[in-house]
């Protein structure tokens, strides 16, 4: 029974291999976003909201492109999987073309749109000059941002595509360059150093602007002096065509995942709005709580990742039933990771508000929030495995179910309602909404095991 959930050494070799790299990239990336939220935090409530706020809005545009590129990025790993260069080469440019078209339309959105979305978190309780404020930081935050997402839309191509081929280490440097440039930026713009202007929260949105051109450029000169091992790079950018027949079969299996990602991302950006119609203080303590979870999650994150490029690929290889196992045991490990992290989140739960400087109300509220978010970790890291496994094969329409349409029939109108016709506290709000997991977990865990996800689709 055991030998079905725990794979050998030359198992988890192979998994950490992949995984290790996203976790290292990840957890770096999420250890200076802490950083740059203490650097924030220090400025004030304010600027920590009004931030956080932005971000959570451009957060919709960042899973907006990762789902249109990872609806490609399934035929990338099966077509690696079964040594078509000129699948995956098409897939890379499919990936660039649909990225910058959205990019486009996003940041003619934002810019007209910023005021008027941020405002939208700010109907709680709290005084009026807070919350204008908040609103001024929050918005000249978003514009200065919105530079920096044509490369964030390039960069996505580039790394996806050498995820999906296997290749995890080099998007983990070149994220590795790009953070030491936010940080040091950060440093200098935000506080005014070596003579430079204190910028406060408009200097850390320079400095990340800078370090994505930063990020894109590692990618793009690796790729293109490393062609013999990146074999799809080469003449990729000659006629930048993509056949019809493909492109109808991309977007087929994009538009699911795009409007899952969209949907998915709007469905919290909108309960995080729930939550900040109970008080202004939510906002700030959510913050908190999520700049710790991303920093503990990135090992279940990274293992979803993995889930969905390891048995892409075997499944592209056409061994059904080893992609089943193989999922099998890494959903186990994966709930592992889940199960070790949670615990280390709630362990800390009661030291990391501490660090910010802010109002003690608002420590206390993040430390409970933390232990909440800690306590199901385990069970997201099962739905997130879960995910990825449908989606490893192709499956988008039922992963467009399963994850967004949850969030929209279930979790969504529950946060509505608690917050607009009760007055429950947040801290029980957010422990009913996240207990809707539950139920997600037992539709990914029967949607898994009946094996329809299992298929190639590029044979």
Same mark, same amino acid.
């Given at each position: ?175 590795? &360059?790009?953070?030491?440039? =936010?940080? @040091?930026? $950060? /440093?200098?713009?935000?506080?005014? *150093?070596?003579?430079?202007? %204190?910028? +406060? ?83 700030? &303590?959510?913050?908190?709580? =999520?700049? @710790?979870? $991303? /920093?503990?999650?990135?090992?279940? *994150?990274?293992?979803?990742? %993995?889930? +969905? ?151």
């Amino acid at each position: 029974m055991l030998k079905k959930f725990i794979g050998d050494k030359k198992f988890y070799k192979m998994v950490l291999a992949i995984a290790v790299p996203i976790m290292i990239q990840n957890g770096v990336s999420n250890f200076v976003n802490l950083l740059d939220n203490l650097m924030i935090g220090h400025i004030g409530t304010n600027a920590l909201s009004g931030v956080a706020i932005a971000n959570q809005i451009m957060f919709v545009f960042y899973l907006l492109i990762f789902g249109a590129a990872a609806g490609v990025g399934i035929f990338t790993a099966q077509y690696y999987g079964m040594g078509d260069d000129e699948g995956v080469r098409y897939t890379f440019r499919f990936k660039i073309i649909i990225n910058v078209f959205l990019t486009i339309l996003s940041v003619i959105f934002f810019m007209i749109m910023a005021p008027t979305l941020i405002s939208l978190f700010l109907k709680g309780e709290g005084t009026a000059e807070d919350a204008a404020e908040t609103l001024k930081i929050g918005v000249d935050y978003m514009r200065i941002m919105l530079i920096g997402l044509v490369p964030v839309a390039v960069t996505n191509a580039y790394s996806g595509t050498l995820r999906d081929t296997g290749q995890t280490r080099v998007p983990m440097i070149a994220s590795i &360059a790009a953070i030491v440039v =936010n940080l @040091i930026g $950060n /440093l200098i713009l935000i506080y005014g *150093l070596l003579g430079v202007p %204190a910028l +406060g929260a408009k200097g850390a949105a320079i400095a990340t602007v800078l370090s994505r051109f930063v990020e894109l450029g590692v990618l793009a000169v690796y790729t293109g002096t490393h062609s013999a091992q990146n074999r799809f790079i080469i003449g990729a950018f000659k006629g930048f065509r993509v056949p019809l027949s493909l492109c109808g079969k991309f977007i087929l299996k994009s538009l699911p995942l795009m409007a899952n990602e969209t949907l998915w991302a709007l469905g919290q950006t909108t309960m995080n709005q729930c939550y900040s119609y109970r008080s202004l203080n939510a906002v700030a &303590a959510l913050n908190i709580e =999520n700049t @710790i979870w $991303n /920093l503990m999650g990135v090992a279940f *994150l990274a293992m979803g990742e %993995a889930v +969905g490029i390891i048995v892409g690929q075997i499944l592209g290889s056409g061994d059904i039933e080893k992609a089943k196992d193989t999922a099998r045991k890494m959903r186990a490990f994966t709930v592992a990771c889940g199960v070790v992290f949670g615990v280390l989140m709630i362990g800390i739960a009661p030291f990391f508000p501490l660090f910010y400087n802010t109002e003690a109300s608002i420590r206390a509220l993040a430390t409970k929030l933390i232990i909440v978010y800690g306590a199901f970790m385990p069970i997201y890291a099962y739905t997130h495995a879960s995910y990825f496994t449908i989606r490893s094969g192709g499956n988008t329409l039922i992963t467009f179910i399963f994850d967004s349409c949850f969030v929209w029939v279930l979790s969504v109108p529950t946060a509505f309602v608690l917050s607009r016709f009760t007055g429950m506290n947040v801290l029980y709000m957010v422990m009913i909404v996240q207990s809707l997991e539950l139920i997600k977990a037992f539709i990914g865990g029967t949607m898994v095991l009946s094996g329809i996800w299992a298929r190639n689709i590029v044979k």
